[in-house]
């Protein structure tokens, strides 16, 4: 006797080959009815014997294509209707729209394949691309995911393209970017003046310029790269002169995993995470005789690559290069460009040639950076790859949220239901274009997802731009969230908890509820509530944020708190640098309380470190000294300084002193750098764990999270995970969205959801 049952399933289902997986699946179990898109996933009817849909219904759950994600699977029993054949109908538009849409996937090996067959009809074709890959978030404006709502609505099907975009056996069906030669986007090269390059090889050019050292600005699918070649120094040095990078290391591609081993020691988790389909940077450790230009990374030991993730990257780089750098197109803290009349106009003073195309982009996403550590891949820079697939709490909101992120590394997020979805990375919003693009995003992502906010989340930093924004909304309840709690729920939420936790919340800085700046907090709490229970003993900041681009104020400032004025005759390198009058002015400055404002910081602790090392006393990007200072560590060092082993930890302040005072007198004796630096490492690592054996004793809770952009040092994560391991805790660290600041949005918004204020909203 047959039976029918509704089906409706939710996730990422649209644009990843769900239809036709569905519709092969039926016909293999002997199924009648159909299947297609709708605002809220897909939807089946499935008419058979019962023990037929018992399998139809499992296969599904177990068989799912690879890019797709499902999150809800709802059933239920209805009449049947004596169908005898399975089909697939069009979309269905009208309802409201809660499907997820896959992010933007790297090219898979079919059509890699395809590429390089001279007997194809698409051979050398740079934008092939299948169901299983291509890109997806960045051309799509509305769902259903169809073509009619994405960038490719205005390249119609050539005869063959529209045979496989109809035909479910097809790879190729309904897949939304299908295109070739005859009806898809195409190239253009173009001088920085402006004037189109006649060629009928625009790719074959473009290798002639990089190969004469030019500067190449190269659309892809998220916006430009600027591109020039990894092995010519003086290419690269004219980079970072036009771009205004003067140091900060620049990413680099390759064209396969061998070359990338030419400079770099792969792991097999750093191989895995380089050829995901995400195809993220990977901050890898570099071999010391690497054949690369010296520019790309000075003073640092790890090179950032990625593999091509585009058939134009295939094209560009095989048989042509061992490595490009391809850094993001912009000037140095602005967004990407990704229009090409953006980019002729942005970028003309810093590429020498334009490689265009005409499939426009509706939203820029920059590369992602991941790096590793001993518990899997830690994304710093979550964007393209990732984004918009959710991160799904173990509870639903009761409100639909927005939440503006900090002033750094900033993303928004929207939430409802289960799911929280964060923005591609924005940046730092003191930059009028980032804060332009922070504002676009917001607005792109509530009509993407068709989200209407009913609260928003801000930082409590009343100079923030993100909480300005916030304050000027008119009509919506606002929830000021601290910037150290969010750090602690994103862990929290990102690892499925909500019961209170412990958490070492180590960063750069973050608004207090003293107001004062914090950044070395343990903390104990839940979404709704916490309480500090032990931070880094705060010293001043003399001069505010000066101290933060010069970190040899702050080793000032440490030297002041631990020996008052005796440190001024002290045999320093980094004292000798500076003058007398110049040295009086800060300590006076601080004895004074002007412009000293108090801060605990933990990035800033890393910062007086690395002057009094005295390996960076200035910096020229966020996070340059204690970068660095993690650089110049002897890992094969294992000694802790005594007097740190001995010490007895309690809630408060943190006798960081001790362990300052330490490094100053090994760096007085002459002891090498490399050994103190790591000394500091392990100890610091020491004093955190006493911290937290302390907040278990106290509390008795057994879970702390790691959380903040102090634990994008890979050794010092490493280690103090490890030794809580050893304690017995459990340890929540982030795997789904950054531990730096990129991911306090999706702390914002469960704290924002948890307070009871939000039950009168």
């Known amino acids: 006797m047959p039976h029918r049952h509704k089906i409706r399933i939710n996730g990422i289902v649209q644009g990843v080959g769900f239809r036709p997986f569905v519709y092969r699946l039926a016909n293999e179990c002997s199924i009648a009815g159909f299947v297609n898109n709708i605002g809220s996933g897909v939807w089946v009817e499935a008419e058979g014997e019962q023990k037929d849909l018992n399998t139809f219904r499992d296969r599904i759950k177990k068989e799912i294509p690879p890019l797709a994600v499902i999150t809800e699977f709802n059933f239920e029993e209805t009449a049947p209707l004596g169908e005898t054949g399975f089909i697939i109908k069009s979309s269905e538009h009208g309802r409201k729209a809660t499907a997820f849409i896959s992010p933007d996937v790297g090219v898979c090996e079919d059509c890699l394949s395809e590429l390089f067959d001279p007997k194809d009809r698409r051979y050398r074709y740079p934008f092939l691309n299948c169901t299983n890959c291509g890109p997806r978030f960045t051309i799509v404006h509305g769902i259903p995911y169809d073509r009619s709502n994405t960038s490719m609505q205005v390249f119609p099907l050539c005869h063959e393209c529209h045979e496989e975009y109809r035909d479910p056996k097809n790879r190729r069906f309904h897949a939304q970017p299908n295109a070739c030669p005859k009806c898809g986007p195409s190239l253009s090269l173009h001088y920085g003046n402006g004037k189109k390059v006649e060629t009928g090889d625009p790719i074959g050019e473009l290798v002639s310029f990089l190969r004469k050292g030019k500067i190449v600005a190269l659309r892809g699918i998220g916006g430009f790269h600027l591109v020039v070649d990894a092995q010519n120094d003086d290419a690269v040095r004219e ?279 914090w950044g070395g907090e343990v903390l104990v709490g839940d979404y709704e509530n916490f309480e500090r229970f032990a931070w880094i003993k705060p010293t001043a900041l003399p001069g505010g944020e000066a101290a933060i681009r010069q970190p040899w104020r702050m080793a000032l400032s440490y030297l002041h708190a631990v020996y008052e004025r005796n440190f001024l005759d002290m045999d320093l390198p980094f004292l000798r640098s500076r003058t007398q009058e110049e040295i009086m002015v800060i300590v006076q400055m601080m004895e004074r309380g002007l412009n000293s404002p108090l801060t605990s910081s933990c990035g800033r602790l890393f910062d007086a470190i690395s002057a009094v090392l005295d390996i960076r006393c200035e910096i020229n990007y966020e996070a340059q000294a204690a970068m660095e200072l993690e650089a110049t560590m002897d890992e094969s060092e294992k000694d802790i300084y005594l007097e740190i082993k001995q010490l007895e930890v309690e809630a408060g302040a943190l006798p960081i002193q001790f362990l300052f005072r330490a490094v100053v007198e090994d760096m007085l004796r002459g002891e090498e750098r490399e050994k103190i630096a790591t000394r500091f490492h392990l100890s610091l690592g020491e004093i955190f764990l006493k911290a937290a054996l302390k907040a278990r004793e106290f509390c008795g809770v057994n879970r702390v999270g790691l959380s903040g952009g102090v634990f994008q040092n890979i050794f010092f994560f490493n280690y103090l995970y490890g030794r809580l391991l050893e304690e017995g805790f459990q340890v929540l660290t982030h795997h789904q969205v950054p531990t730096n600041d990129g991911g306090l949005a999706l702390g914002q918004a469960v704290i924002a959801n948890a307070k009871a204020s939000l039950k009168s909203f």
């Open 239 to 517: 980079l970072r002169r036009r771009k205004g990078r003067a140091e900060k290391p620049f990413a680099l591609m390759a064209p396969d995993l061998e070359f990338i081993r030419k400079f770099c020691l792969i792991s097999e988790e750093e191989r895995k995470t380089l050829c995901h389909h995400i195809r993220p940077i990977v901050l890898l450790r570099a071999r010391p005789d690497h054949a690369l230009a010296p520019s790309i990374a000075m003073g640092h030991n790890r090179l950032g690559f990625m593999l091509p993730y585009t058939p134009l990257h295939y094209l560009l780089l095989r048989g042509n290069f061992e490595a490009l750098v391809m850094t993001s197109g912009n000037f140095s803290e602005e967004p990407i460009a990704m229009g090409n009349n953006e980019a002729m106009e942005r970028l003309a003073k810093l590429a020498d040639i334009f490689l265009l195309h005409d499939r426009e982009i509706l939203q820029r996403c920059d590369d992602s950076i991941a790096g590793i550590s001993t518990c899997g891949p830690q994304i710093l820079r979550r964007s393209r790859g990732y984004v918009p697939a959710p991160v799904l709490l173990a509870s639903p909101i009761r409100k639909q949220i927005l939440a503006c992120g900090g002033e750094l590394k900033n993303c928004v997020a929207l939430a409802r239901g289960n799911a929280v979805f964060l923005s591609p990375h924005i940046g730092d919003l003191d930059n009028p274009s980032a804060f332009a693009f922070f504002k676009n995003s917001i607005g792109h992502l509530q009509k993407l997802l068709e989200i209407t906010p009913e609260v928003i989340a801000h930082d409590l930093h009343p100079e923030y731009l993100s909480t300005k924004w916030a304050l000027e909304q008119k009509n919506i309840p606002l929830v000021g969230v601290q910037h150290h709690h969010a750090h602690l729920a994103s862990v929290m939420a990102e690892n499925g908890v909500e019961e209170k936790s412990i958490g070492i919340i180590l960063d750069g800085s973050g608004y207090g509820t003293d107001g004062t700046i």
